[in-house]
C-alpha cells in the first residue's frame, strides 16, 4: 500500500510540478462489466459461481487516466473496483496501474510504477471487457501468471518494420498478494469448510517477446517469480509419517520460492475472416502446493459477422503427474480407530496440493452495440479430471471426476 | 481489412458531399514531407515523432464523413477497427489515442497554436501558407 502511495505522490507531483502545466494533455475514461454467470451446480467454481448465480465473478468498474507532459513523458493511473483478491466476501477499490513513462525515441519505452504485465495476449487489458470477445478469459491459462502487476521498472525496445513490429519488454518488480485456498473440511485456522488468503511477498521479472502486423499478434515469454510468506518459511513438502501413517508438513523450509513461467501465444486472422488464438502457458511450483506446476493451454476461434462475433473454444490445463498423484494418496489417506481424528486435517493436507486438471469447452457470442461496448453471452462445460483447484469441492466429497454447466452473460463497456 | 497498399491511390472518393476532393495532410511547423507508413504510424501511436521533431496527430470526431474517408483511404482501417485499435491500446498502458475535434476549423486553430501538430483535412480548407506533408500519391 506504501508503494502505491508513492506512486500517486509521484504522479502528482510530475503533475504539479511540470514547467509547461497548462500543455498537459489530460484524458480521463472508464471501463466496466456487469456480469452475471449462473452454474448448474451448488458448490461453487472459480470462486463465486453456483447454481444461485452470482454477479462477482465477473463484474468490475474502473477510471483510467492518461496524461501527456510532452511527447516523451507521460503518466497513466488505473483504479479499479473490484471483487477482493484478499477475501471471497467484499470488494476492493484498488490502483491496477499508476506509472509514468518516458519515450526518448520512437523505438524506447521505459514505464515504472504500478505495472500490469505482459504475460499472456490479453492479460494487460484483462480487466476491460469490451476489449476481447469472450465472456470471460480461459481460466485454464490466465490463472497461471501468479500476480500480473507489480510495482517496479519496464524497458522495451521496438523495431518497427514494413509489415511487423517487434516489441522486446523486459520487467522486474515486486508486489503483495495473496494466494487462495479451500478446505473442503477444515480450513487453516478454522473448524469449517472455506476459503484462507495466505499473504505472499512476489518478486517477478521477465523478458517478452512481441510480434506485431496489422492483424496479427505473435509472443513469448520467460518470468522468474520469486515467492515468499510474509514473515514466515513456506513449507516445501508434504510427507507421510511413517509411524502413524498420517501425512504433515515437512519440518524445515524454504525463504522464497522459485517459480519459472513461460508462456507461449498467438492471434492469427486467416482467410474468410476467421481468427484462431491460441496460447500455451506452464508454471513450476516446488512448495507444498506442487499442484500449481502445471501447463495450460486454449485453441480459440472466432468470425465476426458484422456485430456479431461468435466463438468457441476448448481449454486444458494439467498439474504434473507427481502431484496428482500425490494429492490422490493424501485424499484418499482415511484413517481409522483413534487416528480418524486426523481425516479432516489429511483432507485439509490434499486441499493445500492444489491440484489442478480441467477441461472447458466454451461456446459464446459477443454483440457490439457501440464502438465501445460490448453484450457477451456464453455457455461453456467445464470437466474436471482427478481434481480441481478452481473448483471448491464439497464436504464429504472432492472437486474430480465433475461435469459443470456455466451460462454467463455480461454487458462491457468504456466511456 | 483493407490493403495497406491501396491508400496511396485512393484519396480521391465517391459518396459525400467531399467526395471528389483530394485530402491533404498538413504540419503545423517545418515539418518534413512524410510517406504514408509514417502517416500511418503517427495515426496508430506507434511513433511519436517525425525527422526528429515531436509530432501530435489530430483526429476529427467519429462520424465524421472527413475522419471516415482519413481513416479508410488513408490509415486503411475502419472506424470500428480504428476505434478498436485503441481502445486495446489505450487500456494496455500505450497511451490515448489522438486528440478530436468537432471541425476542421476547430482542428485547424489548435493546429496553428501547437508545434508538431499535424492534421488532414480536404484540399479546398487548405489555408495559404500551410505546410502539406501528405498528399495523394504520397509525393
Not at chain 1, 504539479?16 to 449462473?38: H, K, M, W, Y
Not at chain 1, 504485465?117 to 465472456?135: I, K, S, W
Amino acid at each position: 500500500m506504501n508503494r502505491l502511495r508513492m506512486c500517486a505522490l509521484l504522479l502528482g507531483a510530475l503533475t504539479f510540478f511540470t514547467p509547461a502545466a497548462r500543455a498537459i494533455d489530460f484524458d480521463v475514461s472508464g471501463f466496466g462489466t456487469a456480469g452475471f454467470a449462473l452454474s448448474d451446480k451448488s458448490y461453487h467454481y472459480q470462486r463465486f459461481i453456483d447454481e444461485d448465480g452470482t454477479f462477482n465473478r465477473d463484474s468490475i468498474f474502473g477510471v483510467q487516466a492518461d496524461l501527456k507532459f510532452t511527447s516523451q513523458f507521460g503518466a497513466t493511473v488505473q483504479g479499479k473496483l473490484a471483487p477482493s483478491t484478499a477475501s471471497d466476501r467484499r470488494w476492493d477499490a484498488t490502483l491496477s496501474w499508476a506509472f509514468v513513462s518516458w519515450r526518448p525515441t520512437d523505438e524506447w519505452l521505459v514505464r515504472a510504477g504500478k505495472l500490469r504485465l505482459p504475460f499472456m495476449l490479453n492479460t494487460e487489458n484483462a480487466d476491460v471487457g469490451a476489449t476481447y470477445d469472450f465472456a470471460r478469459l480461459p481460466m485454464e491459462v490466465y490463472s497461471i501468471a501468479p500476480t500480473t502487476d507489480v510495482v517496479g521498472l519496464s524497458i522495451s525496445k521496438t523495431w518497427l518494420g514494413d509489415k511487423i513490429d517487434w516489441t522486446l519488454e523486459g520487467y522486474t518488480g515486486r508486489t503483495e498478494g495473496h494466494w487462495r485456498y479451500y478446505g473442503r473440511e477444515i480450513r487453516d485456522g478454522g473448524n469449517s469448510p472455506g476459503s484462507w488468503f495466505l499473504p505472499i511477498t512476489i518478486k517477478s521479472s521477465g523478458l517478452v517477446l512481441t510480434a506485431r502486423t496489422i492483424d496479427d499478434v505473435f509472443r513469448i515469454g520467460m518470468h522468474e517469480v520469486e515467492v515468499a510468506r510474509v514473515g514466515t518459511k513456506t513449507g516445501t513438502d508434504i510427507i507421510r509419517d511413517p509411524v502413524l501413517g498420517v501425512y504433515r508438513f515437512a519440518p524445515g523450509g524454504v525463504d522464497k520460492l522459485i517459480i519459472p513461467v513461460y508462456n507461449l501465444g498467438a492471434s492469427v486472422l486467416l482467410p474468410y475472416n476467421i481468427r484462431v488464438m491460441s496460447e500455451y502457458a506452464s508454471i513450476r511450483v516446488n512448495s507444498a502446493s506442487e499442484g500449481l506446476s502445471r501447463w495450460g493451454a486454449y485453441v480459440a476461434l472466432s468470425r465476426q459477422f458484422g456485430e456479431w462475433t461468435p466463438y468457441i473454444y476448448y481449454a486444458r490445463m494439467k498439474s504434473t503427474d507427481a502431484a496428482l498423484e500425490h494429492w490422490k494418496r493424501i485424499d484418499g489417506n482415511v484413517l481409522s480407530g483413534m487416528l480418524a481424528v486426523f481425516n479432516p486435517s489429511q483432507k485439509l493436507l490434499a486441499d493445500i496440493v492444489m491440484p489442478m486438471d480441467q477441461s472447458t469447452i466454451a461456446l459464446g457470442t459477443s454483440w457490439r452495440v457501440r464502438p465501445n461496448s460490448l453484450l457477451k453471452a456464453e455457455w461453456s462445460h467445464v470437466r474436471t479430471g482427478v481434481a480441481s483447484g478452481l473448483v471448491d469441492a464439497p464436504k464429504g466429497g472432492n472437486s474430480g471426476e465433475q461435469d459443470l454447466n456455466v451460462y454467463s452473460l455480461s454487458y462491457s463497456f468504456t466511456f | 481489412m483493407t490493403s495497406p497498399l491501396l491508400p496511396l491511390g485512393c484519396l480521391l472518393l465517391a459518396g459525400s458531399a467531399l467526395a471528389n476532393e483530394e485530402l491533404v495532410i498538413v504540419s503545423s511547423n517545418g515539418m518534413p514531407r512524410i510517406d504514408w507508413p509514417t502517416l500511418q504510424r503517427l495515426y496508430t501511436g506507434r511513433i511519436v515523432s517525425v525527422g526528429q521533431q515531436p509530432a501530435v496527430p489530430f483526429n476529427l470526431l467519429p462520424g465524421d464523413p472527413i475522419r471516415k474517408r482519413f481513416l479508410e483511404n488513408v490509415i486503411g482501417q475502419t472506424e470500428e477497427q480504428y476505434t478498436g485499435y485503441w481502445l486495446v491500446r489505450r487500456y494496455v498502458g500505450k497511451g490515448a489515442p489522438p486528440q478530436e475535434f468537432a471541425t476542421v476549423d476547430e482542428m485547424l486553430r489548435q493546429l496553428a497554436i501547437t508545434p508538431g501538430a499535424v492534421a488532414y483535412l480536404p484540399v479546398s480548407r487548405l489555408p495559404s501558407g500551410a505546410n502539406v506533408i501528405f498528399r495523394s500519391g504520397g509525393k
